[in-house]
């Protein structure tokens, strides 16, 4: 989480501009995360999160081949970043 609170700090800083109006609905909790509509945390494009994020969703035991749509389903419930559902 430390690797996600860093990444999400650089970003708000650096590239406010590339978040493209969205910044508006994140908000920081009492946690220090960045969260989108105060629940699914904020991936930014910045570092490899996203990357680690799809791979364990996709090879977690419970996953038998769901599908983009699926694996997009269930992580919305906790992640955001923009272009996710083409991701």
Do not use: C
């Amino acid at each position: 989480m430390e690797q996600l609170k860093n990444v999400q700090e650089t970003t708000i800083k650096d590239d406010a501009e590339g978040m493209k109006g969205k910044i508006k609905e994140l908000e920081q909790g009492t946690d220090g995360i960045w969260r989108f509509h105060r629940k699914r945390i904020w991936v930014p494009r910045q570092g490899d999160l996203r990357d680690k994020i799809l791979e364990e969703a996709h090879k977690s035991r419970y996953t038998m081949h769901p599908g983009n749509n699926k694996m997009y389903q269930d992580l919305r419930n906790n992640f955001w970043w923009i272009g996710m559902k083409k991701t």
